[in-house]
Nanobody
């Protein structure tokens, strides 16, 4: 079992910055990590991901503005968000998926942190 706790959300003006953190209750070294977001009435979407080896991937809408990183020693993943736009307003969720192949995927979600960007 891996508990994920996000922090760092808040209210920011357009073009502002926020840094989200995702603290895991255990070792994340064997997990691929990701950040998703979901706005009211919309589907949950992938924002950024980082493999256990450090390979990153971004949604087109955030590429060049957001940076995902991880510190395995601190059991923490991060999402640095710059040049925020009102359309980035959403609840942001941390996600972890065990790298090893299992009969069923072993994955965990955080409870989410709200990011609100005012124009």
């Amino acid at each position: 079992q891996l508990n994920l706790v996000e922090s760092g959300g808040g209210v920011v003006h357009a073009e502002g910055s926020l840094r989200l953190s995702c603290l895991a209750s255990g070792n994340i070294g064997d997990y691929n990590m990701a950040w998703y977001r979901q706005a009211p009435g919309k589907e949950r979407e992938l924002v950024a991901s980082i493999t256990n080896s450090g390979k990153t991937n971004y949604a087109a809408s955030v590429k060049g503005r957001f940076t995902v990183s991880r510190d395995n020693a601190k059991n923490t993943a991060y999402l640095e968000m710059n040049a925020l736009r009102p359309e980035d307003t959403s609840t942001y969720y941390c996600y972890a998926r065990l790298v090893a192949v299992t009969l069923r995927p072993i994955e965990y979600w955080g409870q989410g942190t709200q990011v609100t960007v005012s124009s």
